[in-house]
C-alpha cells in the first residue's frame, strides 16, 4: 500500500482515493496513452505518449530532436497521468451528473533509458502484445532518433470513481432515465491495408 505524501494526497473526494500499488499497477497495465506535463521556459506543455509499464516504473518514448523530450531527460520535474473513462453517470440533475473512471498520477524525474532496444520492446508489446516478434527491429539510425524514458513509480496518487448517481429534495418531480452509461474500449482485428 502506498502512503500518501503531501503533494499526492487527494484532497477532493478523499473517499475514493486508493492506496493499493496493486491497482496502480492495474491502471497503467489497462491504458494506452499518458499525458506528461512539465514547464519548460516558463511555458506549460502536456504531451501525449505511448507507453508501457516496466516494474516500479514507467518507460515512454519520444525523439531525440525534441527539444521537450531533452528538456525531460535532464531530469526536469514532471507529472504523467493515465485517465480510464468507464461510464457516464446520468443523475436527475445536470450538477450530479458525473463519470465513472480510474485515474493515475505520477510525479517525480525521468532518466534516460540507455538500453534503448527491450524498452522499446516493452512499450510495443503493451500496445501489441505479439507484434514486436513480427516486425523488423529498429535500425541504429532509428535508436539514435529515439530518447526512451523512465520516471520512477515513487510520488503516485489514484482515484477510482465508481458510483451511482446522487440525487437530494431538490430533484423530486425530475424523472429522465438516470444510471450508468458503461464505456468500452474495444480493440477491433486489423485492417489490412489495400
Known amino acids: 500500500m502506498g502512503a500518501p505524501v503531501e503533494r499526492t494526497r487527494i484532497r477532493r473526494l478523499p473517499d475514493k482515493a486508493v492506496r493499493e500499488r496493486s ?21 506549460p506543455f502536456a504531451v501525449p505518449v505511448a507507453y508501457g509499464r516496466d516494474g516500479d516504473s514507467v518507460l515512454f518514448h519520444g525523439s531525440s530532436g525534441s ?35 480510474r485515474s493515475a498520477m505520477v510525479l517525480g524525474a525521468c532518466s534516460v533509458v540507455e538500453d534503448q532496444e527491450p524498452a522499446l520492446r516493452l512499450i510495443s508489446e503493451h500496445l501489441t502484445p505479439g507484434r514486436w516478434a ?14 526512451v524514458l523512465r520516471l520512477p513509480l515513487d510520488e ?12 437530494g429534495p431538490e430533484d423530486e418531480g425530475w424523472d429522465p432515465p438516470t444510471g450508468v452509461r458503461p464505456i468500452r474500449t474495444v480493440i477491433d482485428p486489423l485492417v489490412l491495408e489495400p
Open 67 to 101: 527539444r521537450l523530450f531533452r528538456h525531460l531527460a535532464g531530469g526536469s520535474p514532471c507529472c504523467l497521468t493515465v485517465t480510464l473513462l468507464d461510464g457516464l453517470i446520468l443523475a436527475r440533475s445536470a450538477f450530479e451528473a458525473s463519470m465513472r473512471y
Open 156 to 167: 503516485w496518487s489514484l482515484k477510482v470513481s465508481d458510483g451511482w448517481p446522487d440525487s
Open 134 to 147: 513480427v516486425v523488423r527491429p529498429p535500425s541504429r539510425k532509428e535508436l539514435a532518433a529515439t530518447l
Open 23 to 43: 491497482t496502480l499497477h492495474a491502471v497503467l497495465d489497462a491504458g494506452m496513452v499518458a499525458h506528461v506535463a512539465f514547464v519548460h521556459d516558463g511555458h
